[in-house]
């Protein structure tokens, strides 16, 4: 059972578009990670985020962690060939919490 | 290498056989961890390690699903007596400490049970 549902589940997007993907549970999270994986390889840490609320940027991907650690959301600007991905939400409930993943959102992006 | 070895990275295995999946985690980090990832779907928790000490093992699917990590760095997932549902790819992880931390992924095993 995955408490983590990521929306959507597939995106085919142009090269250029924005994108937003969505990561929401009833639980409440001290802290949660969003990893992007391709495929064969094992997935990789994009940013963890731990305040309620709490905007982060890297480059061309802005995440954002809900005011009531419920959920968060990745928007992606401008997306390129390079994004294509399966992108995992994961969320700990506590420090000593193991990490629950998310369903993933399999994106890809058109040339 | 610097990052998380596994190995093999493909196992093919009738039913009923063993298997063994090793683990090779990043030198320094006290925890690692097991994921079972079926295909399309995110990973799911298997077990956790600290050191030597199996801390968590509460994602594991029956007791045909055994972890060591006797020295506190290599660790073995073994699968007894396989069914066609452990097909699957297994991801190991390693953290300095505590799943807080960033988790470090190795490739993976893919599992094939005939």
């Known amino acids: 059972t995955q408490l983590l549902e990521q929306s959507p589940q597939f995106l085919s997007i142009q090269e250029g578009e924005n994108l937003t993907v969505y990561c929401n549970s009833s639980?409440?999270?001290?802290?949660l990670q969003w990893y992007r994986q391709e495929p064969g390889e094992g997935p990789v840490l994009l940013v963890t985020v731990v305040t309620g609320g709490e905007v982060k940027k890297l480059k061309r991907l802005t995440f954002q962690f809900g005011d009531a650690r419920k959920d968060s959301s990745l928007h992606i600007t401008a997306a390129q060939p390079g994004d294509t991905g399966l992108y995992l939400c994961?969320?700990?409930?506590?420090?000593?919490?193991?990490?629950?993943f998310g369903t993933g959102t399999r994106l890809a992006v058109r040339p | 290498g610097a990052g998380v070895s596994q190995s093999p990275r493909y196992k093919v295995a009738k039913r009923g056989q063993d298997v063994a999946l090793r683990c090779d985690p990043i030198?320094?980090?006290?925890?690692l961890f097991w994921y079972q990832q079926a295909l399309g779907q995110g990973p799911e928790f298997l077990t956790y390690?600290?050191?030597?000490?199996?801390?968590?093992k509460s994602g594991l699917p029956s007791d045909r699903f055994f972890a060591e990590r006797p020295e506190g760095s290599v660790s073995t997932l073994k699968i007894q007596r396989t069914q066609q549902e452990d097909s699957a790819v297994y991801l190991c992880a390693s953290s300095l400490s505590g799943s807080v931390q960033p988790q470090h992924f190795g490739d993976g095993t893919r599992l094939s049970i005939l």
């Open positions: 030198s320094g980090h006290v925890s």
């Open positions: 639980s409440v999270f001290s802290s």
């Open positions: 390690f600290q050191n030597e000490a199996q801390l968590d």
């Open positions: 994961a969320g700990a409930r506590s420090s000593g919490d193991k990490l629950t």
